[in-house]
């Protein structure tokens, strides 16, 4: 089964608000990732959080790790429409194993 | 044509003189790395990143310096060489997609790599 799962599937929200977006996973890992999907476009790496960190910021994005919940959360502030995109949190699973990714959040950002 | 070019392909230096290996790629990926390729040790990865202004060390950094100021450049630094970094190095750079699976399917192109040798 899938490692990480976002929750929501779907976000919609006005431009100038906060989304946040939550990812869950089962084992340990090294790190955990968020990348962003533009429709039709490759994956963007957005953020890597390591497992020994609680969190991180770049830019406009937030995140936070919690291992003992084994989950993680996205903070966009002050979105875009920009930030219209879906998102998805990949882990990197303990033992050098490759990524597993999420189904992914479809955010929009109304203008 | 889809390439990853590095320059110089060969050099030969001092301990302590300061160098820098150029990366350029033409396909518009996020995604770069470094690897130095040693006999008996296969591939390690120095550095990568995952975007612009966004670097991180891999297995083997000690020695090296990347930066990535745009997406189609990475250039390798090694603000001291030493003897021990004499070795094999390859640029790659590499394009994800979300298989269906959900699984990520990996492209890597490889540039044609630079033997550096630290006297």
């Known amino acids: 089964s899938q490692q990480g799962e976002e929750d929501p599937q779907a976000l919609s929200i006005q431009e100038g608000e906060n989304a946040t977006m939550n990812c869950s996973y089962k084992t340990s890992i090294n790190n955990l990732q968020w990348y962003r999907q533009n429709s039709g476009r490759g994956l963007v790496h957005l953020i890597l959080i390591r497992s020994n960190e609680r969190e991180k910021h770049s830019g406009r994005l937030r995140v936070t790790l919690d291992t003992s919940k084994k989950s993680s959360s996205l903070l966009i502030t002050a979105s875009r429409a920009a930030d219209t995109a879906s998102y998805f949190c990949?882990?990197?699973?303990?033992?050098?194993?490759?990524?597993?990714f999420g189904k992914g959040t479809r955010l929009s950002v109304i203008a | 044509e889809a390439q990853v070019t590095q320059n110089p392909r060969y050099l030969i230096t001092v301990t302590g003189k300061k160098l820098t290996v150029t990366c350029s790629q033409n396909?518009?990926?996020?995604?770069m790395s470094w690897y130095r390729q040693d006999p008996g040790l296969g591939l390690r990865q120095i550095y990568y990143s995952m975007n612009v202004e966004v670097t991180d060390k891999g297995d083997v950094p000690e020695g090296y310096k990347v930066s990535r100021k745009e997406k189609r450049n990475f250039p390798l630094i090694l603000e001291s060489p030493s003897p021990n970094q004499t070795s094999l190095y390859f640029c790659?750079?590499?394009?994800?997609?979300?298989?269906?699976?959900?699984?990520?399917?990996?492209?890597?192109?490889f540039g044609p790599g630079t033997r550096l040798l630290v006297l």
């Open positions: 990949a882990t990197e699973p303990s033992g050098n194993t490759p990524l597993v």
């Open positions: 790659a750079s590499k394009f994800l997609s979300l298989g269906t699976s959900g699984g990520v399917q990996e492209t890597q192109y």
């Open positions: 396909m518009n990926h996020e995604y």
